[in-house]
């Protein structure tokens, strides 16, 4: 029965020496990836720490720059004779002031509506204006001197030169 028990220990000293380098393997395998894991975060974490040190790059939203033109009701008209796409460019994105004399007062489709004369002529130029300035526009009688700013400036399809969404700025004394 020796032999046996001597045979089985070695089988036992065996199987425990293998199943201890299978243990050993695997435990090695799993550290190896645990490292492997560990420097993925620190390097993630380096990255985003990076990211965070850098200061953030500002954009900042420019208007462009606006010019103003400023007309009056015969230089305008002028203007859109000569060369009515060159105006509309010129215009296009700026402001237009313009100092005239009114005609007429109105509404149009509810919105108020003033005619600025050309001197010696029957021409107007229309400017309308936002509902919500009928109250300024009341204030202001035919023949009153005004300056009017838009940004909208066109020659609708029977020449009448149109300022739309204007801003009347003042009512202008002219017996300086």
């Known amino acids: 029965m020796?032999?046996?028990t001597e045979k089985v220990g070695y089988k036992k000293v065996l199987q425990s020496v293998g199943g201890a380098l299978v243990i050993f393997v695997v435990l090695s395998w799993i550290l190896t990836k645990t490292e492997e894991h560990d420097k993925q975060i620190k390097s993630q974490a380096a990255s985003t720490l990076?990211?965070?040190?850098?200061?953030p790059v500002l954009v900042i939203d420019k208007e462009p720059d606006v010019i103003v033109y400023n007309y009056t009701p015969t230089t305008l008209q002028?203007?859109?004779?000569?060369n009515e796409v060159r105006i509309t460019?010129?215009?296009?994105?700026?402001v237009l002031i313009l100092q005239?004399?009114?005609n007429d007062i109105g509404l149009s489709l509810g919105r108020p509506v003033i005619s600025i004369?050309?001197?010696?002529?029957?021409?107007?130029?229309?400017?309308?204006?936002?509902?919500?300035l009928a109250g300024k526009i009341s204030e202001l009688n035919i023949g009153d001197n005004?300056?009017?700013s838009s940004r909208d400036v066109s020659l609708n399809p029977f020449g009448i030169i149109h300022l739309r969404d204007a801003i009347i700025m003042n009512k202008v004394n002219m017996s300086r």
Do not use: C, M, W
């Open 2 to 4: 020796k032999k046996h």
């Open 117 to 132: 004369s050309l001197p010696d002529s029957y021409q107007v130029i229309q400017v309308f204006f936002d509902s919500t």
């Open 78 to 82: 002028n203007e859109f004779d000569a």
């Open 146 to 148: 005004v300056r009017v």
């Open 89 to 94: 460019q010129k215009l296009n994105g700026n």
């Open 50 to 55: 990076t990211v965070q040190n850098t200061p």
């Open 100 to 102: 005239g004399k009114i």
